[in-house]
């Protein structure tokens, strides 16, 4: 659980040079072992800033994990013209940041190319190289769908079979909302969730596929037609419907090429 930190345990975070940021420094503050159980700090635990403590003109109350992001992402340049970025990182906001580097690149001299690809290879190594001491892995738990997203399933195949066989897609859509919703409350305390909240993920479209059901699937033989599969990727692809997920394929194919 997330805790704020006392003033020398925030003296010892904030004395973190930009050249002491890796692995070995991630293993001995963030990671436990079969020596030391419990790891010494969390991404999540907070720190209170002052105005102007680092690169924040305002006092804020940040955590760790955002902290050791904009050191290794911004230091030693780009952070004296970006400021401290307190924000969650994710899909939308690494793609926010890295438009404002480059406008800032093409609005400053001091911003080299040299300094916008230590910024990408920054990135990748902070995404790539830390993740397995950092990064809940997608477990069997998350991959299977929970016992009452299973029970109201079962519920709506049985009230809708007719809609279902006539490949109705309005009904089929709503079905597997409500499945995506449920799904989604039961699951929100999964540390393995942590790839689909980033963005990186879609739950609305490779959880959805993978555990609860396909749904309408456009069918290419018939222009302007849909066939459908309630079935998931953990349940399997019955034979009688392969066909039906080989326009999946083809459409696939087309989204690339065209």
Known sequence: MARLLNEKEKEEILSIKHEDISLDMFKSFFCASENNPKARFSFQDKISLNANEYYNKNPIVTNIGR?????????????????????????????????????????????TIQDIIYFYD??????????EYVCPSLNTEAELPPPKVVKRKKELLEQYKEEIANNNVSVI??????????????????????????????????????????????????????????????EGIPKDEYHKYANIATAGTYARVS
């Open 173 to 234: 859509n709503k079905i597997e909302n409500e499945l995506i919703e449920i799904a989604r409350q039961e699951m929100k305390d999964m540390p393995s969730l942590d790839i689909y909240d980033s963005g990186m993920g879609d739950f609305k479209n490779h959880y959805k596929n993978t555990a609860l059901m396909r749904g309408a699937i456009i069918d290419f033989a018939n222009d302007g037609e849909f066939t459908s599969s309630m079935y998931s990727l953990v």
């Open 122 to 131: 920054q990135i990748n190594w902070l995404g790539y190289g830390t993740a």
């Open 67 to 111: 902290f050791i992001v904009n050191k290794t992402l911004l230091e030693p340049k780009l952070i004296k013209y970006l400021g401290y970025q307190d924000t969650v990182l994710n899909k939308k906001t690494i793609e926010k940041l890295v438009n404002n580097i480059v406008h800032l690149s093409l609005n400053n001299e001091e911003i």
